[in-house]
């Protein structure tokens, strides 16, 4: 049986109270939204830090709350933190999380256009994020919204900025990148090396759409909030985060697969090398 990596994203940076009361904004929502995800089954953690107004922060110091909160209670989960440059430019901002060590960090590998925002990141800023995760034992979580970004990322390889172990987050459905059909995920999936691991996302109203597809083809997925906050593709549901993530169970389940363990990842290298240590004398 395939083992698919489950990456769960319960908050984002775009989700409000006022959209759906069931995004979790403060540290000890993220904690116990994470803590009961990971009793249901959740490889990787992707978390971002909000301020008390809901607005999306950069600051260590409440990330570290809740990376604090969520080893006490899910010892093994790998546990992702944001480095977006959606609202914050500044590399001394972005980067501050990776300070705290977590076991991996996003790294958008371009910049892009949303519907109505830009995510900017250029070479540079790639660059010294890409550095100072080396530096501090971070393996970088990269993310891809169209073919260029792929073709940057193995360009990193090449030129060993990029030093593994390599996971890949391909985000299909935005309105300026790789679309939710088979031949832009198969063309995606084709430029990929196939000993590296690979999650697909489904924005919107492809989530669903995504997460089958990739489940069928023995690859990971990403769910939560953060992507999209419907259960269904009228918009007239709200969806919990552990209801979208209870369905990509049962997909696995159809699908006659298992979702992977944090440990069967962190065997191959996605656990800080400290962190890791610490989990295994527990």
């Known amino acids: 049986m395939e083992d698919i990596i489950i990456n769960f994203c319960p908050t984002g940076m775009v989700p409000q109270k006022i959209m759906t009361p069931y ?34 922060s950069y600051k260590k110091s409440i990330y570290q709350e809740v990376f604090e909160g969520v080893r006490k209670h899910c010892p093994d989960l790998i546990i992702c933190g944001s480095t977006s440059g959606r609202n914050f430019p500044e590399f001394e901002k972005r980067s501050e999380v990776i300070e705290l060590q977590p076991d991996m960090c996003s790294l958008t590998l371009s910049s892009l256009n949303f519907l109505r925002q830009a995510s900017i990141n250029s070479p540079d800023m790639i660059i010294q994020l890409a550095e100072k995760m080396n530096n501090y034992g971070v393996v970088p979580e990269l993310e891809c919204f169209d073919l260029g970004m792929i073709n940057y990322g193995k360009y990193l390889i090449k030129k060993g900025i990029l030093k593994g172990p390599y996971y890949w987050n391909l985000l299909f459905g935005n309105i300026a990148g790789f679309q939710a059909s088979i031949s832009h995920i198969g063309q995606a999936i084709h430029e990929i090396s196939s000993d590296h691991q690979i999650a697909l996302a489904g924005l919107g109203e492809f989530q669903l759409p995504v997460n089958s597809i990739a489940i069928a083809e023995g690859l990971g997925v990403r769910i939560g909030l953060e992507d999209n906050i419907y259960w269904d593709p009228g918009r007239k549901k709200l969806a919990t985060n552990l209801e979208l993530l209870r369905r990509v169970h049962d997909l696995i389940d159809i699908h006659g697969k298992h979702f992977c363990r944090s440990q069967n990842l962190g065997s191959k290298g996605f656990y800080n090398s400290a962190r890791f240590y610490e989990v295994s004398e527990k």
């Open 23 to 56: 995004v979790p904004i403060s540290p000890t929502e993220i904690i116990e939204q994470t803590h009961q995800a990971y009793e249901i089954g959740i490889t990787i953690v992707h978390l971002h830090a909000r301020e008390e107004d809901g607005t999306p």
